[in-house]
Each structure stands twice: as C-alpha cells, then as structure tokens.
C-alpha cells in the first residue's frame, strides 16, 4: 500500500491562510487522480479538492475561489493552498490517491484545521 502523510495543519484566523502538504511514498504521477478530503465533528467526509493525473481540477461551490490544489511531482507531494479561510472550514483534512482501473484508493491519516479567533 501506498503511504500517504499529511502536515500543515493548525490553528489560524479568520480570513488567514493555511498550505496543505500531502507526501507519498511512491510517484504520485502514477495515480489516477489525488484529492484533499475533510470532516467536521458529527459530519460526513467531504471532497475540498481534486486533481487527476492530467491536471484537471475539481472543488466544491463551498470552498471555489479560496482553496487550489497542487501536486509537484519531482517530490511526490500533493498541496492544498486555503486561501480566506472561515470557521466553517474546520475540521480533520485527509489525502487521497485513486488508482488506475478502479484500484484500491490510498488516504492519510489527516491533519486538522482549526479557524477560529
């Protein structure tokens, strides 16, 4: 199975910024498509961000215009910049690879989010 590790997260202000950095054990380049996931407290998991092996990205009405995903390849590392953050987007972020042919996905264990004053 493919390790995947999260850091980045913490505490911030309303209205701050926070980057996401996901680190894979293996070429993420070899992945169908990575995402960024989150869940609330009493929530159901969600999907912030996605981007497939090509490029193309996908996010949710909620965070569109505050939140971009990236990936560098030449580290094997998938990125989550949140830009104008709210307290509406805390909660625990998690990474995750799909597989080609509908192959088992790989997810982090999470890093949390807080957004408060």
């Known amino acids: 199975q493919v390790q995947l590790v999260e850091s980045g997260g913490g505490l911030v202000q309303p209205g701050g910024s926070l980057r996401l950095s996901c680190a894979a054990s293996?070429?993420?380049?070899?992945?169908?498509?990575m995402g960024w996931y989150r869940q609330a407290p009493g929530k159901q998991r969600e999907l912030v961000a996605a981007?497939?092996?090509?490029?193309?990205?996908n996010y949710p009405d909620s965070v569109k215009g505050r939140f971009t995903i990236s990936r560098d390849n030449a580290k094997n590392t998938l990125y989550l910049q949140m830009n104008s953050l709210k307290p509406e987007d805390t909660a625990t972020y998690y990474c995750?690879?799909?597989?080609?042919?509908?192959?088992?996905?790989?997810w982090g264990q999470g890093t949390q989010v807080t957004v408060s004053s």
């Open positions: 293996g070429s993420i380049f070899s992945f169908s498509a």
């Open positions: 981007i497939t092996r090509g490029g193309t990205t």
């Open positions: 995750k690879a799909d597989r080609y042919y509908n192959g088992p996905s790989s």
